[in-house]
């Protein structure tokens, strides 16, 4: 069968995926945010991932946001963003609006696969009701469902698409073969055929709450270090010398994944009678890490004798991870709202991002360049810029620096995570 594919939605998992495939097939990438696939035509990634070349140059590969451009596909795969909401529960309005539209032209025949992060049975018993109303057709008659979860790690250069093994999954043995060849095709690494859609859909879960979980007990340890005056950069140094230390770092957990998807799994639980323990504490610490450092900052400050209603503080970096552009569930927000709340005017500097993003996400007007002295510096992100960077220019004479990441040499910071 030529295989013709339609990826629905163009964000940091669904382009990457779109330009692969569009090696060796033809692929339609669809989008509703109509900026977006305007700037993709144009040879634009926001995102900084690809270049104008890279984008331009493929006749096999075609952006659009009408959904008549992809009804001559048969296979679909998902790539929407599933976030929280306010209340820390799963959002899956973008995922079941994107089943929507897809059973509007499914057709005979065709596969449909999510890989967007969801919880433990929701592509069966959420996306699947949708399709089979919109499109009359029945799963395993008329079509096939699939799922294979994400492992885009934004600003990776090192472990891409196609150098990380893929989870398949298919709703029958045949949907499942199909899937697992079609990834197969591109994925170098190869592929991992999950007995069940959702086992595939825990194996994803599981990933990033393992994650977080093991942050949240070194974020933990540096709490319990800080009231002793010890480095707890120092002792996880020694720790590691152990060949069985897990070498985690302490510091903000945000993103689109691990500072998520342990939501997703905590609510599925909860729906079913059992209230997590160790996942929904080891959120708590995390969330809780930012109102750390910035009360701590403020103590230093008053330690070092300054007034803290109008001094100024300056917050270096807003992607929730170093070296990449990416502003989604940044914690650092965290640090800039307690900041401001003790009367501290804050600036914050990234180079990565789109400062009319970060404008319409938080309301932070970004600096384009640092020219003043700052009373406080926080170094909340990583980026490579930060290395070239003299301090000593934008301190004040009495000045606090907190360097979250360690990233500073020890003797320019006050105090370190």
């Not at 469902?145 to 090192?158: A, C, L, M, T, V």
């Not at 994803?204 to 709490?223: G, H, P, T, W």
């Not at 510096?377 to 360690?406: P, T, Y």
């Amino acid at each position: 069968m030529n295989k013709r594919i339609g990826i629905l939605g163009l964000g940091y998992v669904g382009l990457p995926l779109a330009l692969e495939f569009s090696k060796k097939y033809q692929v339609t990438g669809f989008d509703i945010d109509h900026a977006r696939v305007d700037a993709l035509k144009k040879g634009f990634d926001k995102t900084g991932q690809y270049s104008a070349k890279e984008l331009q140059l493929n006749i096999s590969l075609n952006f659009s946001n009408d959904s008549i451009d992809i009804a001559d596909c048969n296979y679909y795969i998902v790539t929407v963003p599933t976030p929280v909401d306010n209340f820390k529960k799963p959002d899956l309005s973008s995922l079941l609006s994107c089943s929507a539209l897809i059973g509007t032209v499914l057709k005979k025949g065709d596969t449909v696969i999510y890989e967007s992060t969801v919880y433990p049975g929701c592509t069966e018993e959420d996306c699947l009701p949708v399709l089979e109303k919109n499109s009359g057709l029945k799963v395993n008659i008329d079509f096939s469902i699939g799922y294979s979860p994400e492992r885009i790690n934004p600003g990776d250069k090192i472990h891409t698409l196609t150098s990380i093994k893929k989870v398949v999954s298919g709703s029958n043995l045949r949907a499942s073969a199909c899937i697992q060849e079609l990834y197969n095709s591109i994925i170098t690494a190869g592929t991992h055929l999950a007995p069940s859609i959702k086992v595939a859909e825990a194996s994803k879960v599981i990933e990033n709450a393992q994650r977080d979980v093991n942050i949240s007990f070194i974020n933990e340890l540096a709490l319990i270090f800080d009231r002793m005056n010890i480095d707890t950069g120092d002792v996880l140094e020694a720790a590691a010398t152990k060949w069985n230390f897990l070498n985690f770092q302490p510091g903000l957990v945000g993103g689109h994944c691990i500072g998520v998807d342990p939501y997703y799994l905590t609510h599925k639980a909860e729906s079913l009678g059992y209230l997590p323990q160790v996942i929904l504490s080891g959120r708590r610490i995390n969330e809780n890490m930012g109102t750390f450092i910035a009360s701590k900052v403020v103590k230093m400050m008053i330690r070092k004798g300054q007034l803290i209603e109008g001094a100024k503080a300056l917050v270096l970096g807003i992607t929730f991870k170093e070296n990449c552009s990416d502003i989604r569930n940044s914690r650092v927000i965290d640090i800039y709202k307690e900041l401001s709340d003790f009367g501290i005017t804050v600036d914050v500097y990234d180079p990565n991002v789109n400062a009319e993003e970060v404008q319409k996400e938080y309301g932070i007007r970004m600096l384009s360049s640092i020219k003043s002295r700052y009373e406080a510096i926080i170094l909340a992100v990583g980026h490579e810029e930060f290395l070239e960077m003299d301090l000593a220019l934008c301190k004040s004479e009495l000045a606090v620096v907190f360097d979250i990441k360690s990233f500073f040499p020890r003797h320019l910071v006050d105090a370190r995570l």
